[in-house]
């Protein structure tokens, strides 16, 4: 079982406890049905008596792997690139040698944490607004879970900056309808953080959320305490 499922089902059993909280996989598929007939995509959970709507998501791939496969492409229009980037060679090392090195290492950043968003942020948006429509919800604030149970690499300060940038937004290529993200927790327990006991949580809520002040007592007051007394590690709060 993938690490990242581990994680899951931590949450999946703190919710399964909590009298104010709906797993929704555990409703009957019937409730789920479209007008046409065909299901509707889950998202995860009903937090605080359907208040709050959540989606979990899981990091996928590798930050220096997609590195690689940037600069590879990149090196294709840069001569400087072409000349001196090789797999074998760090990163860092061609951001620091390279001319005009802040640049390059600020594109590769945006590109990355581009593609955290779409595949984290941007692909829930559909799933938690057919849940707000389909249990007549207008009202429910939602947010995304995103577990990082596997890349050592993240750098959570630059990546807080960049989902910050992104929540809110009400407009998605081309779509004025998309659903706004409320907020989004960041779960961290990578292998390096297990070996140090220690487990990372950052919460992001957008500064227009209707109920700022419930998203942050639930993840601070009552989901992240669950947390720490389920997994035994020293748990840092930030948010």
């Known amino acids: 079982m993938s690490v990242d499922r581990d994680l899951k089902l931590i949450l999946d059993q703190i919710v399964h406890v909590d009298p104010l909280a709906e797993n929704l996989d555990d409703l009957p598929a019937s409730m789920f049905l479209a007008h046409d007939g065909n299901s509707l995509q889950r998202a995860d959970y009903f937090l605080m008596q359907r208040s709050i ?13 997609q590195l690689n496969e940037w600069l590879n492409r990149k090196a294709e229009s840069d001569p400087w690139l072409r000349k001196f980037w090789f797999g074998t060679v760090d990163v860092e090392q061609i951001f620091c040698r390279h001319p005009d ?5 600020r594109e590769s950043l945006d590109f990355f944490y581009r593609s955290v968003i779409g595949n984290c942020i941007n692909s829930a948006r559909p799933q938690l607004r057919s ?8 009202g429910a604030s939602c947010g995304v879970i995103i577990i990082n149970a596997r890349d050592l690499s993240i750098e959570i300060s630059d990546l807080t900056i960049a989902i910050r940038e992104n929540l809110g937004k009400r407009e998605l290529n081309g779509d004025r309808t998309c659903q706004p993200i409320d907020f989004v927790l960041i779960i961290s327990e990578t292998e ?19 109920e700022i002040e419930l998203i ?7 989901l992240f305490l669950r947390w720490a007394s389920h997994r035994g590690l020293p748990t840092v709060f930030r948010g």
């Open 131 to 138: 849940m707000k429509n389909l249990f007549l919800l207008p």
């Open 192 to 210: 390096l953080d297990i070996q140090n006991r220690v487990s990372h949580w950052n919460l992001i809520v957008h500064p227009d959320a209707k």
């Open 216 to 222: 942050q007592w639930y993840f601070k007051n009552d």
């Open 53 to 65: 709507i959540v989606e979990v998501k899981s990091l996928s791939g590798n930050r220096g792997s």
């Open 101 to 105: 090195g802040e640049r390059l290492k």
